[in-house]
C-alpha cells in the first residue's frame, strides 16, 4: 500500500451538546473513538493518515466544558476551556499568575484562541519520528528510531527513557503539578479524580499512551486547589522561537517560605522526559535552605543527578540545572 | 529627489481591497466547470528505483478519473527534473498522480496502488560525495550510457573528488583549501595579500539549506479548450511564465494564456513557471477535463526549492587599518538532486563586491545530493556570503582593536565599483552605482551605533548584550524589457503590468512611473495585471529585485514615446512644431499657453483618427514579440506609449543594504532576543516608501531565520527529512521580531545614474544584512565572556549550540556536518 499524506480521510464525526451524550458516545464506540478538543494535535495527526479513528467526538458544542469556576478550595477549569480564557481568568491571574504565564508561554496567539487546557495537557508527543507515521514502539512496533547514534534527538528527553525517549511537550502540565492539581476524570456514570502527579503516564508503564486516560475516559476539568493560590510559583520555558514552538524544557516551581527558610516545595519539569518529572530529591534539598543563589545553584545541580542524554541533547542537562536554578532565584516571570 | 507627484508617496494598491476582504483569488481558489483533484504519490525513500506499480485497484475505485505517471511525460535531459520520475533522488519526489472527483477518493485511491522500490545509496551531505571512495548522489545519462558524477564541471556532468593526500591530516569540519575542485576564480595576488596582511583568520563554516516556504504553495490547475491550454498557476512572473509553462504543455507561447493575478510569496522558488505544474497540464490533457493539483505544505517542503547549503573554508587577511588585503575560498555548495547551482561560487562573488578584497581567490563545487532541488532563494549565494564572511571579518577587526563599522565603511565599494569573477577578458565586471558608505553612514546613524556599542558585552543578570553589522549586496535591476500603456478617449490611462503580483507591490508601484511621466493622476489610471490574455507586454522576470529598475525605465521609455505623439498630434491640429507643445494636467499645450492644446481625451480619440503609430497601428521594430502581439491586440483604442528600453545600462545594478542589530544572549538558557535592528541602505529613489520598508525589514526577518532558526534536520540513516512541518522548519513569524522598538530603516537617497528615475531594488540584499549582523551581534555578546566563546561559523545559531558552547560539552556532529 503506497502512503500519502496531507488528507484526512474519511471518519464519522460527533458533535454531541451534553457531556452525556459524550460519555454514551465514547461507551459505545470505545478504542474505535477519538475524542476532539481544540484540534490543534489531532488535525495533524489526521491529515498525516497516521491516527485513523472510525469516529471522532468533537467536544466543541459543549459550553459547560469550557466554564472556569471559582469553588470552595480554589477554582476548577473545564477541560474545555481555551488557553486564553484561562490566560484571560481574572481568578487564575490573581490566585494563580504562574499558571496563565504557563498558557500564555504555549503555541502562537491564534492556537491559544483554539486550543483547550484539557488538550494542552493531554496531547501526545511530538517526537517527529513518531509523528511522522515511523512504526516505533509508541506507535506499536519493535523500535525506537530517535536513538540510535545516527538519530536525530535534539528534542528528546534525557530522563525517564524506557525504550521511548520522546517527551511530554506541555507548557501547563509542569504548573498544574507544581499546584497539585487535579483531574476531573468522567467514564459513563463513574468519576474518578486523579492527582496531576499521577496523571501523566510513563513508557515504563504504557508506551502508546501519554496519559492514565484510556478508551471511554473523559477529561471533564482540572481543579487547582487553593494551596498554592498567592504563593511564590516561577515558570518559565525555553523555546527555538517565539512563534509556534513546543519547549525545549519548562520548569515550574512552588515555595513557601517561612521565617527565612523554604518550607514547602514543589519543584516540576517538562520537555526532558516522557512526562512532567516532579524533581522530588531538589525538593529535599532546597526544604529548610534560605531561598539564595546557594541554595539555587545547589538545586540545580541536585536536579541534574542521574541525566542520560542522547547525541544531540546534551545540552538540555544544563538547561534543566539552569532553569531549575533560576526558578528558585529569581522573581517568577509574567 | 526630484519633486515627483506620485514617485516617493505612498498610496494605496489597486489590490489592496481584494485582499483584505478575501476576495482575491489565488491558485487554489479558481474552479472550473467538472474539474477534478489530482493527488501525489511521492517517494518514501531518499534515492530509489521503481521496479513495478500496479495500479489496478486504483482505477477500478469509483471516482477515480485518471492516472499519469512518468512513462506519460516527454523526457528531460539530464540532469534536469522531470515531474514525476521512476528513480527518485529525493524523499518527497513525486512517482504518480491520480486525477479523481475528490482529493478523498485521490488519496483513497494512492493507498490502492502496489509499488515495489529498490532502495539505493543516498547522499545527505555533500562532503560525503568528496571524500575519497565516496559514492554519488546519481547517476547522468550520457550518451545513452548511465554515468556516475557529483557535479557540473562547466556545462557537463563530471566528478569531483579528494584523494587521501588532499584529506591527510585534516580534522572532521575542515575543508582541504587546496583540494579539486569544479570551478576557480581569482583577482590579484592573493598570496601578497596574505603576506601584507597583520590578522588572518581561516576557519571553516557552515550555512544550512533554506526551504523558500512561501505562504502560498505552487497549487496549479489547468485545462484545455481544444489545442489552447488555460493554466491556473501560483508563479512570480506573469509575461516570463508564459514562455516555460508553454515548453512544459507541449505548446506555443500563443496556444497557453497563463492566469495568477494574486501570488502568496515565493522567494526566488516560483519565477516562472516550475516543473510540477506539468502535471495537472497533463493530467488534464489526458483525461479531458480541468485538474486541479493543489500542492500541501510537505510536499511544497519537498519540492518546492531550497537555498543550497553551503560549508566553505574561508581565509581572510587584514590590515592593521582595517583594509581586507587578501580572501581565499573553498566552498562547496549543497546542490540538490538536479541542474545546476551556482550559490557556493558567489559566496566569493558578492563578498568581493561588499568588502573589495584587494585580492582574491574563490574556488568551489556544487555537489549534488539526495535532499530537496535547489532553486533561487533571495540573493542566491549573497545571504550565504553575509552570513559567512561577516563573523570572519568581525574576528579580525576585533583582533585588530577596530571599530566594526569602521572596518566596513573603508572597505566599502564605492561608484563604478568593479568586483567578482573576472571575465573572458581578465576583466571584473562593474556595478552602476554604489553608495555604500552613504548607506553605512545613514544606517549608522539612524542605529546610533557608536554610542550603542558603548554597551557591548553589558550583563544584566543572565543576559549579556551584543551588536553586529554586515553590509550585504545583491543584484538589483534588469533592463531592455517593453513598457505599453494606452491613453484612451474616456480620459484614463491603462497601463499593461506583465511583471506578476507577487504581494511586493512593484508591479503596481512601476506603473506609477508612466503615470508621473505622463503628469496622470493615479485616480485616472487602471493596471491591467494577471493575465496572459490580457495583452501584456514582455517584461522581466519578478524576481531577483529586478522589476523596479527594469519597469520604471521601459514604462519611463514609454512615457516618452507618449509623450512625443502627443506634442506631433497636437502640431498637427493646432500648429506649429511638436517641440513647441508640452503635456500637463491631462492635456498636451503649446508652452506658455494651456488653453491653446487638446485634452488627453481628446488627444486620445484624435490617435485613433490618425491611426498608425499613434494608436499602436505600427509598433516600433525593436520591442519584443510578445509585446508586439498585445500591442496589436490593443491597437485602435487610443494614444500609444509602446517602447523597449533603450538607455544605457552602467554595469550591473546591484543595490545595498547595511543592517545593525543588538541583540541579548541569556548564557543560562541560551535564549537570544533581537533587541533592535535598524537598516541603512542604498537602492537609489524610493518609488513607494512602504513597499521599500517592507521589503528592507521584512527581508532581515528572513535573514533572522536563517541566523536563528530555520533549517532540516535529517535521520542520517534512513535519509529522511525528519522537521517537515511548518512548525518543525521554523522560519520565524511577527512574533520574532523586536518588539521593544520599531524596527528602522534610512535611504542614502541619492539616485542611481543609470535609470531615468534613479530606481534600483532592494529586496535580495535585505536578507543577508539581517542574517549576518544578527550572527555578529551574538558574537559579539558571547565574545565578551571570552575570546573565541562567539565562534560559531555556523548558521543556524540555536539555544543548544550557545549552551554547549559555553559549558564545552560536545555537541553531537562536527561544525560542517548537513542537516542536524
Same mark, same amino acid.
Given at each position: 500500500?503506497?502512503?500519502?499524506?496531507?488528507?484526512?480521510?474519511?471518519?464519522?464525526?460527533?458533535?454531541?451538546?451534553?457531556?452525556?451524550?459524550?460519555?454514551?458516545?465514547?461507551?459505545?464506540?470505545?478504542?474505535?473513538?477519538?475524542?476532539?478538543?481544540?484540534?490543534?494535535?489531532?488535525?495533524?495527526?489526521?491529515?498525516?493518515?497516521?491516527?485513523?479513528?472510525?469516529?471522532?467526538?468533537?467536544?466543541?458544542?459543549?459550553?459547560?466544558?469550557?466554564?472556569?469556576?471559582?469553588?470552595?478550595?480554589?477554582?476548577?477549569?473545564?477541560?474545555?476551556?481555551?488557553?486564553?480564557?484561562?490566560?484571560?481568568?481574572?481568578?487564575?491571574?490573581?490566585?494563580?499568575?504562574?499558571?496563565?504565564?504557563?498558557?500564555?508561554?504555549?503555541?502562537?496567539?491564534?492556537?491559544?484562541?483554539?486550543?483547550?487546557?484539557?488538550?494542552?495537557?493531554?496531547?501526545?508527543?511530538?517526537?517527529?519520528?513518531?509523528?511522522?507515521?515511523?512504526?516505533?514502539?509508541?506507535?506499536?512496533?519493535?523500535?525506537?528510531?530517535?536513538?540510535?547514534?545516527?538519530?536525530?534527538?535534539?528534542?528528546?528527553?534525557?530522563?525517564?527513557?524506557?525504550?521511548?525517549?520522546?517527551?511530554?511537550?506541555?507548557?501547563?502540565?509542569?504548573?498544574?503539578?507544581?499546584?497539585?492539581?487535579?483531574?476531573?476524570?468522567?467514564?459513563?456514570?463513574?468519576?474518578?479524580?486523579?492527582?496531576?502527579?499521577?496523571?501523566?503516564?510513563?513508557?515504563?508503564?504504557?508506551?502508546?499512551?501519554?496519559?492514565?486516560?484510556?478508551?471511554?475516559?473523559?477529561?471533564?476539568?482540572?481543579?487547582?486547589?487553593?494551596?498554592?493560590?498567592?504563593?511564590?510559583?516561577?515558570?518559565?520555558?525555553?523555546?527555538?522561537?517565539?512563534?509556534?514552538?513546543?519547549?525545549?524544557?519548562?520548569?515550574?516551581?512552588?515555595?513557601?517560605?517561612?521565617?527565612?527558610?523554604?518550607?514547602?516545595?514543589?519543584?516540576?519539569?517538562?520537555?526532558?522526559?516522557?512526562?512532567?518529572?516532579?524533581?522530588?530529591?531538589?525538593?529535599?534539598?532546597?526544604?529548610?535552605?534560605?531561598?539564595?543563589?546557594?541554595?539555587?545553584?545547589?538545586?540545580?545541580?541536585?536536579?541534574?543527578?542521574?541525566?542520560?542524554?542522547?547525541?544531540?541533547?546534551?545540552?538540555?542537562?544544563?538547561?534543566?540545572?539552569?532553569?531549575?536554578?533560576?526558578?528558585?532565584?529569581?522573581?517568577?516571570?509574567? | 529627489?526630484?519633486?515627483?507627484?506620485?514617485?516617493?508617496?505612498?498610496?494605496?494598491?489597486?489590490?489592496?481591497?481584494?485582499?483584505?476582504?478575501?476576495?482575491?483569488?489565488?491558485?487554489?481558489?479558481?474552479?472550473?466547470?467538472?474539474?477534478?483533484?489530482?493527488?501525489?504519490?511521492?517517494?518514501?525513500?531518499?534515492?530509489?528505483?521503481?521496479?513495478?506499480?500496479?495500479?489496478?485497484?486504483?482505477?477500478?475505485?469509483?471516482?477515480?478519473?485518471?492516472?499519469?505517471?512518468?512513462?506519460?511525460?516527454?523526457?528531460?535531459?539530464?540532469?534536469?527534473?522531470?515531474?514525476?520520475?521512476?528513480?527518485?533522488?529525493?524523499?518527497?519526489?513525486?512517482?504518480?498522480?491520480?486525477?479523481?472527483?475528490?482529493?478523498?477518493?485521490?488519496?483513497?485511491?494512492?493507498?490502492?496502488?502496489?509499488?515495489?522500490?529498490?532502495?539505493?545509496?543516498?547522499?545527505?551531505?555533500?562532503?560525503?560525495?568528496?571524500?575519497?571512495?565516496?559514492?554519488?548522489?546519481?547517476?547522468?545519462?550520457?550518451?545513452?550510457?548511465?554515468?556516475?558524477?557529483?557535479?557540473?564541471?562547466?556545462?557537463?556532468?563530471?566528478?569531483?573528488?579528494?584523494?587521501?593526500?588532499?584529506?591527510?591530516?585534516?580534522?572532521?569540519?575542515?575543508?582541504?583549501?587546496?583540494?579539486?575542485?569544479?570551478?576557480?576564480?581569482?583577482?590579484?595576488?592573493?598570496?601578497?595579500?596574505?603576506?601584507?596582511?597583520?590578522?588572518?583568520?581561516?576557519?571553516?563554516?557552515?550555512?544550512?539549506?533554506?526551504?523558500?516556504?512561501?505562504?502560498?504553495?505552487?497549487?496549479?490547475?489547468?485545462?484545455?479548450?481544444?489545442?489552447?491550454?488555460?493554466?491556473?498557476?501560483?508563479?512570480?512572473?506573469?509575461?516570463?511564465?508564459?514562455?516555460?509553462?508553454?515548453?512544459?504543455?507541449?505548446?506555443?507561447?500563443?496556444?497557453?494564456?497563463?492566469?495568477?493575478?494574486?501570488?502568496?510569496?515565493?522567494?526566488?522558488?516560483?519565477?516562472?513557471?516550475?516543473?510540477?505544474?506539468?502535471?495537472?497540464?497533463?493530467?488534464?490533457?489526458?483525461?479531458?477535463?480541468?485538474?486541479?493539483?493543489?500542492?500541501?505544505?510537505?510536499?511544497?517542503?519537498?519540492?518546492?526549492?531550497?537555498?543550497?547549503?553551503?560549508?566553505?573554508?574561508?581565509?581572510?587577511?587584514?590590515?592593521?587599518?582595517?583594509?581586507?588585503?587578501?580572501?581565499?575560498?573553498?566552498?562547496?555548495?549543497?546542490?540538490?538532486?538536479?541542474?545546476?547551482?551556482?550559490?557556493?561560487?558567489?559566496?566569493?562573488?558578492?563578498?568581493?563586491?561588499?568588502?573589495?578584497?584587494?585580492?582574491?581567490?574563490?574556488?568551489?563545487?556544487?555537489?549534488?545530493?539526495?535532499?530537496?532541488?535547489?532553486?533561487?532563494?533571495?540573493?542566491?549565494?549573497?545571504?550565504?556570503?553575509?552570513?559567512?564572511?561577516?563573523?570572519?571579518?568581525?574576528?579580525?577587526?576585533?583582533?585588530?582593536?577596530?571599530?566594526?563599522?569602521?572596518?566596513?565603511?573603508?572597505?566599502?565599494?564605492?561608484?563604478?565599483?568593479?568586483?567578482?569573477?573576472?571575465?573572458?577578458?581578465?576583466?571584473?565586471?562593474?556595478?552602476?552605482?554604489?553608495?555604500?558608505?552613504?548607506?553605512?553612514?545613514?544606517?549608522?546613524?539612524?542605529?546610533?551605533?557608536?554610542?550603542?556599542?558603548?554597551?557591548?558585552?553589558?550583563?544584566?543578570?543572565?543576559?549579556?548584550?551584543?551588536?553586529?553589522?554586515?553590509?550585504?549586496?545583491?543584484?538589483?535591476?534588469?533592463?531592455?524589457?517593453?513598457?505599453?500603456?494606452?491613453?484612451?478617449?474616456?480620459?484614463?490611462?491603462?497601463?499593461?503590468?506583465?511583471?506578476?503580483?507577487?504581494?511586493?507591490?512593484?508591479?503596481?508601484?512601476?506603473?506609477?512611473?508612466?503615470?508621473?511621466?505622463?503628469?496622470?493622476?493615479?485616480?485616472?489610471?487602471?493596471?491591467?495585471?494577471?493575465?496572459?490574455?490580457?495583452?501584456?507586454?514582455?517584461?522581466?522576470?519578478?524576481?531577483?529585485?529586478?522589476?523596479?529598475?527594469?519597469?520604471?525605465?521601459?514604462?519611463?521609455?514609454?512615457?516618452?514615446?507618449?509623450?512625443?505623439?502627443?506634442?506631433?498630434?497636437?502640431?498637427?491640429?493646432?500648429?506649429?512644431?511638436?517641440?513647441?507643445?508640452?503635456?500637463?494636467?491631462?492635456?498636451?499645450?503649446?508652452?506658455?499657453?494651456?488653453?491653446?492644446?487638446?485634452?488627453?481625451?481628446?488627444?486620445?480619440?484624435?490617435?485613433?483618427?490618425?491611426?498608425?503609430?499613434?494608436?499602436?497601428?505600427?509598433?516600433?521594430?525593436?520591442?519584443?514579440?510578445?509585446?508586439?502581439?498585445?500591442?496589436?491586440?490593443?491597437?485602435?483604442?487610443?494614444?500609444?506609449?509602446? +517602447? *523597449?528600453?533603450?538607455? &544605457?545600462?552602467?554595469?550591473?545594478?546591484? #543595490?545595498? $543594504? !547595511?543592517?545593525? /542589530?543588538?541583540?541579548?544572549?541569556?548564557?543560562?538558557?541560551?535564549?537570544?532576543?533581537?533587541?533592535?535592528?535598524?537598516?541603512?541602505?542604498?537602492?537609489?529613489?524610493?518609488?513607494?516608501?512602504?513597499?521599500?520598508?517592507?521589503?528592507?525589514?521584512?527581508?532581515?526577518?528572513?535573514?533572522?531565520?536563517?541566523?536563528?532558526?530555520?533549517?532540516?534536520?535529517?535521520?542520517?540513516?534512513?535519509?529522511?527529512?525528519?522537521?517537515?512541518?511548518?512548525?518543525?522548519?521554523?522560519?520565524?513569524?511577527?512574533?520574532?521580531?523586536?518588539?521593544?522598538?520599531?524596527?528602522?530603516?534610512?535611504?542614502?537617497?541619492?539616485?542611481?545614474?543609470?535609470?531615468?528615475?534613479? +530606481? *534600483?531594488?532592494?529586496? &535580495?540584499?535585505?536578507?543577508?544584512?539581517? #542574517?549576518? $549582523? !544578527?550572527?555578529? /551581534?551574538?558574537?559579539?555578546?558571547?565574545?565578551?565572556?571570552?575570546?573565541?566563546?562567539?565562534?560559531?561559523?555556523?548558521?543556524?545559531?540555536?539555544?543548544?549550540?550557545?549552551?554547549?558552547?559555553?559549558?564545552?560539552?560536545?555537541?553531537?556532529?562536527?561544525?560542517?556536518?548537513?542537516?542536524?
Amino acid at each position: 500500500m503506497a502512503v500519502i499524506r496531507d488528507v484526512i480521510p474519511q471518519l464519522e464525526l460527533f458533535q454531541p451538546s451534553s457531556t452525556d451524550d459524550a460519555l454514551a458516545l465514547l461507551a459505545e464506540h470505545g478504542s474505535d473513538a477519538w475524542v476532539y478538543a481544540g484540534g490543534l494535535d489531532t488535525l495533524d495527526w489526521f491529515k498525516d493518515r497516521v491516527k485513523r479513528p472510525r469516529v471522532v467526538v468533537d467536544l466543541g458544542g459543549i459550553d459547560s466544558m469550557r466554564e472556569i469556576r471559582s469553588t470552595s478550595d480554589g477554582i476548577e477549569i473545564g477541560a474545555m476551556a481555551t488557553l486564553i480564557s484561562v490566560i484571560d481568568n481574572p481568578e487564575v491571574r490573581s490566585q494563580f499568575p504562574a499558571l496563565a504565564y504557563s498558557a500564555k508561554s504555549a503555541a502562537s496567539p491564534q492556537i491559544r484562541h483554539q486550543g483547550t487546557i484539557g488538550g494542552n495537557i493531554g496531547q501526545d508527543t511530538r517526537c517527529w519520528y513518531y509523528r511522522d507515521g515511523w512504526t516505533c514502539y509508541r506507535a506499536g512496533g519493535n523500535i525506537c528510531y530517535a536513538s540510535p547514534p545516527t538519530a536525530m534527538n535534539r528534542e528528546h528527553c534525557i530522563l525517564g527513557a524506557s525504550r521511548c525517549v520522546a517527551v511530554n511537550p506541555s507548557d501547563t502540565a509542569p504548573t498544574l503539578v507544581a499546584l497539585e492539581a487535579e483531574m476531573v476524570v468522567r467514564r459513563g456514570n463513574s468519576e474518578r479524580v486523579v492527582a496531576a502527579e499521577d496523571f501523566f503516564v510513563g513508557p515504563e508503564i504504557d508506551i502508546e499512551r501519554m496519559t492514565v486516560l484510556e478508551p471511554g475516559d473523559l477529561l471533564m476539568s482540572i481543579r487547582v486547589p487553593s494551596k498554592w493560590a498567592n504563593s511564590r510559583v516561577y515558570f518559565e520555558k525555553v523555546r527555538d522561537r517565539d512563534s509556534w514552538d513546543f519547549p525545549l524544557a519548562n520548569v515550574a516551581t512552588a515555595i513557601r517560605e517561612n521565617g527565612g527558610t523554604i518550607e514547602e516545595a514543589r519543584v516540576v519539569v517538562n520537555g526532558v522526559a516522557p512526562t512532567p518529572v516532579r524533581l522530588t530529591a531538589v525538593e529535599s534539598a532546597i526544604i529548610g535552605q534560605p531561598r539564595n543563589e546557594q541554595t539555587a545553584e545547589q538545586a540545580g545541580n541536585v536536579s541534574i543527578q542521574g541525566v542520560a542524554p542522547l547525541t544531540h541533547n546534551g545540552y538540555k542537562v544544563n538547561l534543566m540545572k539552569n532553569l531549575v536554578k533560576r526558578s528558585i532565584r529569581d522573581e517568577p516571570l509574567a | 529627489m526630484a519633486d515627483y507627484k506620485l514617485l516617493g508617496k505612498d498610496y494605496q494598491t489597486p489590490d489592496l481591497y481584494a485582499k483584505v476582504t478575501g476576495r482575491s483569488k489565488y491558485a487554489e481558489d479558481h474552479r472550473a466547470e467538472g474539474m477534478v483533484f489530482a493527488k501525489l504519490l511521492v517517494s518514501p525513500m531518499p534515492h530509489a528505483r521503481v521496479r513495478s506499480i500496479d495500479t489496478s485497484r486504483a482505477e477500478a475505485l469509483p471516482g477515480v478519473e485518471g492516472i499519469l505517471t512518468a512513462d506519460d511525460l516527454p523526457e528531460v535531459d539530464e540532469p534536469n527534473e522531470a515531474a514525476l520520475t521512476n528513480e527518485p533522488l529525493y524523499e518527497g519526489e513525486p512517482i504518480l498522480a491520480v486525477a479523481a472527483v475528490s482529493e478523498q477518493v485521490a488519496s483513497e485511491a494512492i493507498e490502492l496502488i502496489e509499488i515495489d522500490y529498490e532502495p539505493l545509496p543516498f547522499i545527505l551531505d555533500p562532503l560525503d560525495s568528496l571524500m575519497p571512495g565516496s559514492h554519488n548522489a546519481r547517476t547522468v545519462t550520457v550518451d545513452g550510457e548511465a554515468v556516475s558524477a557529483n557535479t557540473m564541471v562547466g556545462r557537463d556532468p563530471g566528478e569531483v573528488k579528494w584523494s587521501e593526500s588532499d584529506v591527510a591530516g585534516l580534522a572532521p569540519g575542515e575543508i582541504p583549501m587546496d583540494a579539486p575542485a569544479a570551478a576557480e576564480w581569482s583577482y590579484g595576488d592573493v598570496e601578497a595579500g596574505f603576506a601584507e596582511a597583520d590578522v588572518i583568520i581561516e576557519e571553516n563554516s557552515y550555512h544550512q539549506s533554506l526551504s523558500h516556504q512561501p505562504l502560498e504553495s505552487r497549487t496549479t490547475m489547468a485545462y484545455w479548450e481544444g489545442n489552447k491550454v488555460y493554466v491556473y498557476p501560483s508563479v512570480q512572473s506573469t509575461a516570463r511564465s508564459v514562455g516555460p509553462l508553454a515548453r512544459l504543455a507541449g505548446v506555443e507561447p500563443s496556444d497557453i494564456v497563463v492566469i495568477n493575478e494574486f501570488t502568496g510569496g515565493g522567494f526566488g522558488s516560483k519565477i516562472s513557471g516550475y516543473v510540477q505544474a506539468q502535471i495537472p497540464i497533463l493530467l488534464s490533457k489526458k483525461i479531458g477535463k480541468p485538474v486541479q493539483m493543489r500542492v500541501t505544505r510537505r510536499d511544497e517542503t519537498s519540492f518546492g526549492r531550497a537555498r543550497p547549503g553551503t560549508q566553505a573554508r574561508i581565509k581572510l587577511g587584514m590590515r592593521s587599518d582595517g583594509r581586507i588585503t587578501a580572501v581565499d575560498i573553498h566552498a562547496i555548495g549543497d546542490g540538490g538532486p538536479y541542474g545546476r547551482s551556482g550559490d557556493h561560487m558567489n559566496v566569493g562573488g558578492i563578498g568581493s563586491l561588499c568588502y573589495t578584497p584587494m585580492a582574491m581567490r574563490q574556488r568551489g563545487t556544487g555537489v549534488w545530493t539526495n535532499t530537496p532541488p535547489r532553486g533561487a532563494q533571495r540573493a542566491p549565494g549573497g545571504v550565504q556570503s553575509m552570513t559567512m564572511l561577516e563573523p570572519i571579518i568581525q574576528k579580525a577587526a576585533k583582533r585588530l582593536g577596530l571599530d566594526q563599522v569602521a572596518v566596513r565603511r573603508l572597505n566599502a565599494p564605492e561608484g563604478q565599483a568593479k568586483y567578482g569573477a573576472p571575465g573572458r577578458d581578465g576583466e571584473q565586471g562593474n556595478v552602476s552605482s554604489a553608495f555604500v558608505k552613504e548607506a553605512i553612514d545613514a544606517g549608522a546613524g539612524a542605529f546610533n551605533w557608536s554610542e550603542r556599542i558603548q554597551r557591548s558585552g553589558e550583563r544584566n543578570g543572565s543576559k549579556v548584550t551584543g551588536f553586529g553589522v554586515c553590509v550585504s549586496s545583491y543584484a538589483a535591476g534588469a533592463s531592455g524589457v517593453d513598457g505599453l500603456f494606452v491613453i484612451k478617449p474616456d480620459g484614463r490611462m491603462y497601463i499593461q503590468s506583465g511583471i506578476g503580483n507577487l504581494g511586493t507591490e512593484s508591479t503596481f508601484d512601476t506603473m506609477r512611473a508612466a503615470a508621473e511621466g505622463m503628469d496622470m493622476p493615479w485616480e485616472k489610471c487602471d493596471v491591467v495585471w494577471g493575465d496572459s490574455s490580457r495583452h501584456l507586454p514582455w517584461s522581466c522576470s519578478q524576481g531577483g529585485s529586478s522589476t523596479v529598475h527594469a519597469h520604471t525605465r521601459a514604462n519611463w521609455a514609454a512615457v516618452e514615446d507618449a509623450t512625443q505623439k502627443m506634442k506631433e498630434v497636437a502640431a498637427r491640429d493646432l500648429g506649429g512644431s511638436p517641440d513647441s507643445y508640452e503635456i500637463g494636467g491631462e492635456r498636451v499645450y503649446r508652452r506658455g499657453n494651456r488653453g491653446q492644446g487638446l485634452s488627453f481625451a481628446q488627444v486620445a480619440q484624435r490617435a485613433i483618427d490618425l491611426g498608425g503609430k499613434y494608436d499602436g497601428n505600427e509598433l516600433p521594430e525593436d520591442i519584443n514579440g510578445m509585446t508586439t502581439a498585445s500591442a496589436t491586440a490593443l491597437a485602435g483604442q487610443g494614444l500609444m506609449g509602446v +517602447a *523597449k528600453d533603450n538607455y &544605457e545600462e552602467g554595469g550591473r545594478r546591484m #543595490s545595498f $543594504a !547595511v543592517g545593525f /542589530a543588538e541583540v541579548e544572549v541569556d548564557i543560562e538558557t541560551g535564549d537570544i532576543k533581537i533587541i533592535d535592528y535598524a537598516a541603512g541602505t542604498d537602492a537609489g529613489t524610493i518609488i513607494h516608501p512602504r513597499a521599500y520598508g517592507a521589503q528592507v525589514l521584512a527581508g532581515a526577518i528572513q535573514g533572522f531565520s536563517v541566523a536563528l532558526s530555520q533549517k532540516w534536520v535529517y535521520d542520517r540513516r534512513w535519509g529522511l527529512l525528519v522537521a517537515k512541518r511548518f512548525y518543525s522548519n521554523r522560519p520565524p513569524s511577527i512574533m520574532d521580531v523586536p518588539h521593544e522598538r520599531p524596527m528602522e530603516w534610512v535611504n542614502a537617497d541619492l539616485p542611481d545614474p543609470f535609470n531615468p528615475l534613479g +530606481a *534600483k531594488g532592494i529586496g &535580495e540584499a535585505a536578507q543577508g544584512a539581517g #542574517s549576518g $549582523a !544578527v550572527v555578529n /551581534a551574538i558574537a559579539d555578546a558571547l565574545d565578551s565572556l571570552g575570546d573565541d566563546t562567539g565562534d560559531f561559523y555556523r548558521s543556524p545559531v540555536t539555544r543548544d549550540m550557545i549552551l554547549t558552547k559555553l559549558e564545552q560539552a560536545p555537541i553531537g556532529h562536527d561544525r560542517l556536518t548537513a542537516h542536524v
